[in-house]
Structure formats: C-alpha cells, structure tokens
C-alpha cells in the first residue's frame, strides 16, 4: 500500500507502540489523526511533527468520540486510509500480593479498553469505510 499523502487514524497514538506508528506513517509522507485520552502527550506530538499531525483527545469507548476522530480525518483528505488500534492499558496489579487480591473494577476498565475498545474503533471506522 502506498503510504503517501494517505491519512491515517491511529488510536492510542500519543505513546508506546501508538507512537512508533505515527512515526512511522509520518516518515512515509501520511497525514495521521491521533486519538488519545493524553492531551500533553498529544501536544508534544503535534509540536514535534506539526503539520502532519492532527490530535483529538478521545476514549475508544465512546462511539461519539471515533466518530468525531473519524470526522476528523475524513476532513482532512475526504477519506481516511487505515486504523490502527493501539490504545491500551495495564493495570500494575499482582493477582495476589501484600495488599491483597488484584481489584475486579481495575481489570474490568483494562477490558473495557483493550478489547471492547478496540472492536467499537473497528465497528465504527468500518461503517464510516462502507459510507465512503
């Protein structure tokens, strides 16, 4: 796939792998839409790559707000090229430890991220790809 002057979603993209994808996409000559919940970290990322950067602070939980990154990037080109899912969080909790069992409301909001996160960015940019 031609990388070039195609504009890119990337969730989870303002640190880790997240991160390593903007920049790689942008070394390729994409223009990417970043979504994360950290707006500094969103910040310092456009300030490093300007222009070919867009961040929209957002929570891949909420339909309203891909739909709003999706929005975003489908103005900027009138299309969008690709996603790629890297929003992701982990608890720093041993099941069992000093301080007791792991917490089930932790666990659950990783879940929550990780995998119901991910399917509804997928559910919503393939509905938004089957209107283009």
Same mark, same amino acid.
């Given at each position: 796939?031609?990388?070039?002057?195609?504009?890119?979603? *990337? #969730? =989870?993209?303002?640190?880790? @792998?997240?991160?390593? #994808?903007?920049? $790689?996409?942008?070394?390729?000559?994409?223009?990417?839409?970043?979504?994360?919940?950290?707006? !500094?970290?969103? &910040? $310092? @990322?456009?300030? /490093?790559?300007?222009?070919?950067?867009?961040?929209?602070?957002?929570?891949?939980?909420?339909? !309203?707000?891909?739909?709003? &990154? @999706?929005?975003?990037?489908?103005?900027?080109?009138?299309?969008?090229?690709? *996603? *790629?899912?890297? $929003?992701?969080?982990?608890? &720093?909790?041993?099941?069992?430890?000093?301080?007791?069992?792991?917490?089930?409301?932790?666990? /659950?909001?990783? *879940? !929550?991220?990780?995998?119901? =996160?991910?399917?509804?960015?997928? /559910?919503?940019?393939?509905?938004?790809?089957?209107? $283009?």
């Amino acid at each position: 796939m031609r990388i070039e002057g195609k504009t890119f979603l *990337v #969730t =989870g993209g303002a640190s880790g @792998l997240g991160a390593a #994808t903007v920049e $790689a996409l942008v070394s390729k000559g994409a223009v990417v839409v970043v979504a994360d919940r950290n707006s !500094d970290a969103g &910040a $310092a @990322l456009r300030q /490093r790559y300007g222009s070919d950067i867009e961040f929209i602070q957002a929570d891949v939980t909420s339909e !309203d707000s891909i739909v709003k &990154a @999706l929005d975003l990037a489908v103005g900027l080109s009138g299309t969008f090229s690709g *996603v *790629v899912s890297c $929003a992701g969080v982990a608890p &720093a909790e041993r099941i069992f430890g000093r301080n007791g069992i792991h917490g089930l409301q932790s666990f /659950r909001a990783a *879940v !929550d991220v990780n995998l119901v =996160g991910t399917f509804n960015v997928l /559910r919503v940019a393939s509905r938004q790809a089957g209107q $283009a």
